[in-house]
């Protein structure tokens, strides 16, 4: 059995709809620690949720910069218990269209501080811009109780409301590149001769799992 699945999916759209070259690249290859020659750690704090973790305000650019500078276990430690234990969660509920109250209760804070942190973070990312959009889709292509949103290659996204336009937008988009994964794949193993000792077992979201030869 062989499985697989995309990496940091939604996290790696929402940069792309909102042109956001830095995040993208904290997704797809940033790192928290490199590995010194002597087998210690070396923080760097470029993962995608290190930089959700400033973005949101939990950790500050300075004490960041002063971590990488200085290398201070005790900074490190405390920089990476914000990350772990908050942003990781408020980020995905950002994404996924929670309010202020909800991200408020995330962090142990009230509705007040979690809406502020979830405005920050949406301009940080420049999703504010892609909820401007949604806004105008609501407007421009109303269908029924709701209103459709343009993916790609001419497909559209029928959504609710605007609340959760971003979530829909960015599950909509990742259903699509799964779509064309799987086809893609399923041509793959075809034009290798595979294809009878193959068999894909179950497609769950953004993951595949197969069976196929050892020797394949």
Request: hydrophobic content about 40%; proline content about 2%; some cysteine.
């Given at each position: 059995l062989v499985g697989a699945d995309q990496k940091s999916s939604q996290l790696s759209i929402a940069a792309f709809i909102s042109n956001n070259e830095h995040y993208y690249n904290a997704v797809a290859s940033g790192q928290q620690n490199i590995d010194n020659e002597d087998g210690t750690k070396h923080y760097l704090g470029e993962s995608a949720h290190c930089v959700n973790a400033r973005g949101f305000g939990l950790v500050s650019d300075a004490d960041w910069r002063r971590a990488v500078e200085?290398?201070?276990?005790?900074?490190?430690a405390e920089i990476t218990m914000m990350r772990d234990k908050y942003a990781k969660a408020l980020a995905f509920a950002c994404i996924f269209g929670a309010s202020g109250k909800k991200m408020?209760?995330?962090?142990?804070?009230?509705?007040?501080?979690?809406?502020?942190?979830?405005?920050?973070?949406?301009?940080?990312?420049?999703?504010?811009?892609?909820?401007?959009?949604?806004?105008?889709?609501?407007?421009?292509?109303?269908?029924?109780?709701?209103?459709?949103?343009?993916?790609?290659?001419?497909?559209?996204?029928?959504?609710?409301?605007?609340?959760?336009?971003?979530?829909?937008?960015?599950?909509?988009?990742?259903?699509?590149?799964?779509?064309?994964?799987?086809l893609n794949f399923n041509k793959n193993i075809i034009a290798k001769g595979w294809d009878e000792h193959t068999f894909t077992v179950l497609q769950v979201h953004d993951e595949q799992l197969i069976e196929t030869k050892e020797d394949i």
């Open positions: 200085t290398q201070d276990p005790d900074l490190i408020g209760l995330i962090m142990k804070s009230d509705a007040s501080r979690g809406n502020e942190a979830r405005v920050r973070y949406l301009k940080e990312m420049g999703l504010d811009v892609v909820i401007k959009f949604v806004e105008r889709c609501s407007e421009q292509f109303k269908y029924g109780k709701g209103f459709y949103i343009p993916l790609a290659f001419g497909y559209w996204l029928w959504c609710k409301s605007t609340h959760v336009g971003v979530n829909y937008f960015c599950q909509g988009l990742e259903a699509l590149v799964q779509k064309i994964a799987v």
